[in-house]
């Protein structure tokens, strides 16, 4: 009975971990309909996309965006580091301070802000067409990578679980079945 409850056990734990590595694995593939299926991401990149994009600009609050930059003087710092010809540098060092200069006023800043957020639907959509135009391998390896623990846990928990689900098995087919 204990070597039935094992083997069954060992049996689950594979069954268990199989079927969860199968199903991590179907959040990205086949990339294309293959008998009606298709990867989770692959189906849905557009909509992903345009929800990321989406997300993404839910925070972006362009007048604290405006005062980071004045406050930081984030332009001019950036202009001091390029590498590019020496006129272009300083140009490009001037236009930034005067940028951040005009950032201190603060309706100027609200004006700025109100025009970039007329113009935050475009970039959203700009956003939605660069992600959905992404290489579906990078997305999927981009996902991998930084969940790669998560999955890991994921397959074992199916496999921790196929083992108990396993061990329990015989004892519930011979208690039920008298």
């Known amino acids: 009975m204990i070597v039935r409850m094992l083997?069954?056990?060992v049996l689950?734990?594979?069954?268990?971990f199989f079927t969860n590595f199968i199903a991590v694995r179907m959040l990205f593939y086949p990339r294309r309909r293959i008998f009606g299926i298709q990867g989770l991401l692959p189906k849905y990149k557009q909509?992903?996309?345009e929800k990321?994009?989406?997300f993404s600009f839910q925070f972006i609050r362009w007048y604290d965006v405006l005062d980071e930059i004045a406050r930081?003087?984030?332009?001019?710092s950036v202009a001091r580091k390029m590498k590019s010809g020496i006129l272009r540098r300083y140009l490009t060092l001037i236009i930034a301070l005067e940028i951040e200069y005009m950032l201190r006023n603060a309706y100027?800043?609200?004006?700025?802000?109100?025009?970039?957020?007329?113009l935050t639907?475009?970039?959203?959509?700009i956003l939605a067409?660069?992600?959905a135009n992404t290489n579906v391998d990078a997305l999927s390896s981009i996902v991998l990578k930084n969940a790669s623990k998560e999955i890991r846990f994921i397959q074992l928990l199916g496999g921790i679980f196929g083992f108990i689900i396993g061990v329990l098995q015989p004892l519930i087919s011979r208690f039920s079945c008298g």
């Open 52 to 54: 990321a994009a989406g």
């Open 12 to 16: 689950g734990a594979f069954i268990g």
């Open 47 to 49: 909509n992903f996309a």
């Open 72 to 76: 930081k003087r984030a332009l001019s």
């Open 121 to 125: 639907p475009h970039a959203r959509s």
């Open 108 to 118: 100027v800043k609200k004006h700025i802000a109100r025009e970039i957020d007329g």
């Open 7 to 9: 083997l069954s056990g």
């Open 129 to 131: 067409e660069r992600i």
